[in-house]
């Protein structure tokens, strides 16, 4: 049908209409793809280059400051040292034989040392970076750094190792760091990101273990850009890490590193308690190591030599070494006994050498016997029958329940490995651990500190220090962390008895300072510091034997317990000497010693001693390896 004119102009408006709004569309879309189009290629054109070639954008963690630890005048024993190194990763190693070669020609790494990158790139992800070289001299370092274009994928990194400037004195206390191994790993329930940067050094002793968390820190993060050879050409991106917190220990570094040197060649401890605070002032162990020899991993032959020594230099004896006490025991015993009221102080025990006890005979150590003594007496001559007797009348549970108030028997709560609870025995321990019922020659040998009796150093100066007290001394470690103060612990009262505690008090101070007491070589001439003490000598073995004719590891262990002044107890110092022989001359002459420098903080001047052994004391000072860490003055002039 013919259309009209009107319906073909109404017709040809309609056209029209949809032509404009079609093509105003169309300009209005390409306007805003060139818009869009030119954001994209111009304004944002760096940042979608550098997505584009996303293989050329590296992240990597930084791994943070660990924190320091100092004693408690703020000198360093733990801090760390700036060190040059290069890595490489196994996205950038596509042509590592040549880079390898390259660098076993300017920095002469070892074909052992390629054969282990070659190693851990192949066990590596693609972009976990593998240290090639650790510790480098500068000078090698810069040529690293100069060579680059010639490196492809290696990267030249600037890091921080733990370094220990005290080495051998506080290698049980502080303990190390080591690479972190497979092993480490498959002990942590959750695994930080930390832990994954190569060579990243994780506490595994003493301090530095116990309190890892504390001083580790907290990863930073890192995003550079690299060309196609692998070399940096900027730092996009850059957050620092969180450092680890500051540790200040309550231990004195001098008096530390006298003990490490008074002790010398022995298989010894030495503890040294505050017994107002408790805190630890020193507590050494003997031979030590370099722990600085464990921070990049030790070697076999370094590690070999360590455990092959009969002298054991790698458990810290102060706190995982346990020992019969021997007659440093007495003590409780004797409270034991005073306390449920089967003697008095003044009572008399007759020895005759020995008793008779289900027909079994116990001997005193004085064959002869030592006569009438009273508690007092008993202990100025360590009279181990006296404490036959103790045993009998007070009992197994009552001795033991003495010895964990005075602290034996007990673990206490500090940063340190393998800390060990010795044994504080009675009869429910030995029917569930031996299956046997407990006999009165149980009872016998534990009052005077043998037997199932085990102690730590550690715990010998906690119960001297509670002695000296009547107060509940807890040992502390820790006197702050980022210079906020610890808790001290502890010290509220023991409930002793003081009458009963002054008598067992004035035995000890007769053992050193009566003509007749057992430990009177070691007395200090200086009434101001007069010491009280208890000398202990602990078989290893069943027959009594001279420690002469018997080899070094058959000799009875030599210890010593002492606190000073006895007006006004500070310290309280323990000493155990692996198989030294008796205690009253071998560990009782080194506790003086160690309690002389405490109470004057350096080494004691001549007149601390009987003017007698003063020639042998200069002696032995003067040829002691004695050095002043902060100064570095020698202080065997002050002998």
């Known amino acids: 049908m013919k259309r009209t004119p009107i319906e073909n102009a109404s017709s040809a408006k309609r056209i029209t209409r949809r032509a404009l709004f079609l093509g105003g569309s169309q300009i209005a879309f390409m306007g805003l793809l060139g818009i869009r189009m030119r954001y994209l290629q111009v304004d944002q054109a760096d940042k979608f280059r550098l997505l584009a070639e996303e293989n050329r954008i590296k992240d990597s963690l930084l791994a943070p400051a660990r924190g320091l630890i100092y004693d408690r005048s703020g000198t360093v024993l733990a801090e760390n040292e700036q060190t040059f190194r290069v890595v490489i990763r196994k996205e950038d190693s596509s042509e590592l034989d040549a ?14 040392d390629q054969a282990r990158v070659r190693k851990e790139l192949k066990d590596a ?49 502080v303990g190390y760091v080591g690479p972190v191994s497979s092993y480490d790993i498959s002990k942590m329930e959750t695994v930080d990101p930390l832990y994954k940067i190569p060579k990243f050094q994780l506490g595994k002793f003493g301090v530095e273990a116990k309190l890892e968390d504390t001083l580790k820190g907290k990863a930073g993060l890192r995003r550079v850009e690299q060309n196609a050879y692998g070399r940096i050409i900027r730092e996009l991106d850059r957050q620092e890490g969180q450092p680890g917190a500051n540790i200040q220990l309550t231990v004195d570094h001098k008096v530390q590193n006298f003990i490490q040197a008074r002790l010398g060649g022995e298989s010894a401890s030495a503890v040294v308690i505050d017994v107002e605070t408790g805190d630890i002032i020193a507590a050494g162990s003997t031979p030590a190591f370099d722990p600085n020899l464990f921070v990049r991993g030790i070697s076999s032959k370094d590690y070999s030599a360590l455990l092959e020594n009969d002298h054991r230099p790698l458990p810290a004896k102060s706190v995982q070494g346990s020992y019969p006490p021997g007659s440093t025991f007495k003590m409780v015993s004797a409270l034991a ?20 006890v289900g027909g079994r005979r116990f001997h005193c150590w004085k064959r002869a016997g030592h006569g009438n003594l009273n508690l007092v007496g008993s202990l100025r001559h360590s009279c181990d029958v006296f404490y036959y007797e103790m045993a009998q009348r007070a009992g197994i549970e009552k001795i033991a329940e003495m010895g964990r108030r005075l602290g034996l028997g007990e673990t206490y709560d500090l940063p340190l490995s393998g800390i060990n609870s010795g044994l504080m025995p009675d009869k429910q321990w030995k029917l569930a651990n031996r299956g046997a019922e407990w006999v009165v020659g149980d009872s016998l040998n534990a009052a005077i ?15 001297t220090a509670r002695l000296a007290t009547n107060r509940e ?69 069943s027959a009594v034997v001279n420690n002469n ?18 007006e006004a107890p500070r310290y309280a110092v323990s000493v155990v000497v692996e198989h030294g022989g008796g205690g009253s ?8 010693d160690i309690m002389l420098f405490a109470l004057h903080g350096a080494v004691p001047p001549l007149e601390a001693y009987p003017s007698s052994q003063r020639g042998t004391i200069q002696e032995r000072f003067r040829t002691l390896p004695l050095i002043d860490r902060e100064t570095g003055a020698d202080e065997r002039s002050q002998a």
């Open 99 to 112: 880079v390898l070669l390259k660098l076993e020609e300017l920095i002469g790494i070892t074909p052992e």
């Open 125 to 173: 992800g693609p972009s976990a970076p593998v240290i090639i070289a650790d510790r480098l001299s500068w000078e090698d370092f810069s040529t690293v750094s100069a060579n680059g274009p010639a490196l492809p994928g290696v990267t030249p990194e600037v890091g921080l190792s733990r370094y220990y400037p005290l080495h051998n004195d506080f290698a049980h206390l």
């Open 549 to 566: 004719n018997v080899p070094w590891e058959q000799r009875d262990h030599a210890l010593f317990v002492s606190f000073a002044p006895v």
């Open 449 to 463: 500190g043998q037997g199932f009796v085990l102690a730590t150093p550690l715990q010998l100066a906690v119960m």
């Open 337 to 356: 006994a005073l306390e449920a009221g089967e003697v008095a102080p003044d009572e008399t025990v007759r020895c005759l050498g020995h008793v008779e």
């Open 473 to 541: 001394v807890i040992p502390r470690l820790v006197k702050s962390i980022d210079g906020v103060e610890q808790p001290v612990r502890g010290g509220g009262p023991l409930g002793l008895n003081e009458n009963m505690l002054r008598s067992v008090r004035q035995g000890m101070f007769e053992v050193v300072n009566s003509n007749r007491g057992t430990a009177f070589r070691s007395r200090i001439a200086d009434e101001a510091m007069r010491m009280a003490g208890k000398t202990g000598t602990s078989q290893v073995r």
């Open 585 to 592: 001359s071998v560990a009782a002459p080194i506790a003086r």
